[in-house]
C-alpha cells in the first residue's frame, strides 16, 4: 500500500529556516516524481517544487531560490529545505507521488499534509 | 492569481449534474498539456478524480468525468451525492511559467 507521512511543521519566526520530511512507503521515490503542494489559510492548492527520478529538481519562481527539494534514497524519504521563511509561507504543506512523463504528471497520492506557522 | 480560471463555486442537489470549467492558456492546454483533476476535503489529502484529461483511478466512481478541448476542460458530476460536497481543483503545466499549477479552485456544494 502506497503511503506518505509529512513531518517536521511547526510554528517558526520569520526568517527562519525548517526541514520537512516526507517518509514513502509501498514504493521507491527514486523511481518516481516526487513534489511538494501547499496550500495557505483560505487559499488554493500551489505547487512548490518537483524532483525527477533523474535527480533533477524544479522549485516556483515565486520561492526566488529560499526552498530546496531533495531524497534519501536509503530512507525512502524526500525533504523540502525551507530558507528565510516569511509569513506568506504560512501554509499546510503536502507531499505528493507524481507520475508521467517529463511535464504531463498528475500527482496520485497524496500525505494528509503538515502545517507550517510563520510568525513571531 | 492562477493561469488555470475555475469558478469559485457551483451547486446542485442531490442526483443533478454539474459540471466545473477550467480555462487555461497556449502554454498550458493549448500547448497540448494534458489536464487532471483532484477532488479535497478541508483537512484530508487531495485525491486525483481524473488524470490525462479523462481517466479515471481505480476506486473513482463512474459519474466522474473529464474532458478537455482547446485551451478548456471540464470535469463533470453526474448523479451528485452529498459526499460529493467539497473543493476541486484541475491541475496542469505551464510552459511559459516552466511550472506545475492549479486552477483557483471550485466548491460544490449539494443543496
Known amino acids: 500500500e502506497v503511503q506518505l507521512v509529512e513531518s517536521g511543521g511547526g510554528l517558526i519566526q520569520p526568517g527562519g529556516s525548517l526541514r520537512l520530511s516526507c517518509a514513502a512507503s509501498?514504493?521507491?521515490?527514486?523511481?518516481?516524481?516526487m513534489t511538494w503542494v501547499r496550500q495557505a489559510p483560505g487559499k488554493g492548492l500551489e505547487w512548490v517544487s518537483i524532483?525527477?527520478?533523474?535527480?533533477?529538481?524544479y522549485h516556483a519562481d515565486s520561492l526566488k531560490g529560499r526552498f530546496t527539494i531533495s531524497r534519501d534514497i536509503s530512507k525512502n524519504t524526500v525533504y523540502l529545505q525551507m530558507n528565510s521563511l516569511r509569513a506568506d509561507d504560512t501554509a499546510v504543506y503536502y507531499c505528493?507521488?507524481?507520475?508521467?512523463?517529463?511535464?504531463?504528471?498528475?500527482?496520485?497520492?497524496w500525505g494528509q499534509g503538515t502545517l507550517v506557522t510563520v510568525s513571531s | 492569481q492562477s493561469v488555470l480560471t475555475q469558478p469559485p463555486s457551483v451547486s446542485g442537489a442531490p442526483g443533478q449534474r454539474v459540471t466545473i470549467s477550467c480555462t487555461g492558456s497556449?502554454?498550458?492546454?493549448?500547448?497540448?498539456?494534458?489536464v487532471h483533476w483532484y477532488q479535497h476535503l478541508p483537512g484530508t489529502a487531495p485525491k486525483l478524480l481524473i488524470y490525462?484529461?479523462?481517466n479515471r483511478p481505480s476506486g473513482v466512481p463512474a459519474r466522474f468525468s473529464g474532458s478537455k478541448s482547446g485551451t478548456s476542460a471540464s470535469l463533470a458530476i453526474s448523479g451528485l451525492q452529498a459526499e460529493d460536497d467539497a473543493d476541486y481543483y484541475c491541475?496542469?503545466?505551464?510552459?511559459?511559467?516552466?511550472?506545475?499549477?492549479f486552477g483557483g479552485g471550485t466548491k460544490v456544494t449539494v443543496l
Open positions: 505528493a507521488r507524481g507520475v508521467g512523463t517529463f511535464e504531463d504528471v498528475d500527482f496520485d497520492y
Open positions: 509501498g514504493f521507491s521515490v527514486s523511481s518516481n516524481y
Open positions: 524532483l525527477y527520478r533523474d535527480g533533477q529538481t
Open positions: 497556449s502554454s498550458n492546454f493549448g500547448s497540448g498539456y494534458d
Open positions: 490525462g484529461n479523462t
Open positions: 491541475q496542469s503545466y505551464d510552459s511559459s511559467l516552466g511550472a506545475w499549477v
